[in-house]
């Protein structure tokens, strides 16, 4: 069986969660608290950095080297499409989500609320927090552009981009920082994907001194 060191509102751990729950590989779920820089995890990943997984008899890490290897050695279900100008289209947008949405949403807000609390580094940065919560609403803009032209972000298939936004997205809905009511077709695409079997066990995720709203887990919001 693999074994994913994870973190639950880790939106690059859950990416590769739902691309091994969409590929059906059965997982053993280990939380890792990265930042302790146990010796055993940094051995496992010098970066101490998650997610690292066990898979195949090897220690993999980087979440976007992970789930490129899941879809070449596991290609049933497709994440990725077949001709090179759709890869590039999937490629650029997980980069959008994990690079930009990241650093201008994500390290905003998840990190500011959460990970600091968790980790002992203090109180939330309200410069950082404010920042955040004015980039989110153009994020959404732009995916509600996107949805307006496509079935789903990448095209007309489901994608790697689409777990990727949906991985952000779910992190920072769990501390009810994403307006849904921003964008009609956004949130549809969020019930369409959120409904998949892939996402239960991200649902069911539950970070201690943290309460998800109660839309979370209503696959009919």
């Known amino acids: 069986m693999a074994r994913l060191y994870h973190v639950p509102l880790s939106p690059f751990c859950r990416k590769v969660r739902l691309v091994l729950a969409e590929k059906k590989i059965e997982v053993e779920l280990v939380e890792e608290r990265y930042w302790e820089k146990d010796p055993d995890f940094l051995r496992r990943n010098p970066a101490a950095k998650v997610p690292v997984v066990r898979l195949d008899g090897k220690m993999m890490a980087e979440s976007a080297a992970i789930c490129e ?45 959460v990970n600091k609390k968790v980790t002992g580094e203090g109180y939330p940065d309200s410069r950082n927090v404010k920042s955040g919560a004015k980039a989110v609403k153009y994020h959404l803009d732009y995916m509600a552009w996107l949805l307006d032209h496509r079935r ?8 790697l981009a689409d777990f990727a936004a949906a991985a952000h997205l779910s992190s920072l809905d769990y501390i009810s920082d994403v307006d849904w ?15 998949r079997p ?18 979370y887990t209503d696959l009919d919001f």
């Open 69 to 113: 290897y899941l879809e070449e050695t596991r290609p049933d279900p497709a994440l990725m499409p077949s001709d090179p100008e759709g890869r590039f289209e999937v490629r650029r947008l997980v980069s959008w989500f994990d690079d930009k949405f990241h650093n201008e949403v994500t390290s905003k807000l998840l990190y500011e609320r």
């Open 152 to 159: 789903w972000l990448a095209g007309d298939q489901m994608t």
């Open 181 to 195: 009511n921003r964008s009609e077709v956004v949130k549809d695409w969020y019930a369409k994907i959120k409904s």
């Open 198 to 215: 892939a996402f239960r066990s991200i649902l069911a995720d539950q970070v201690p001194g943290f309460r998800p709203p109660a839309h």
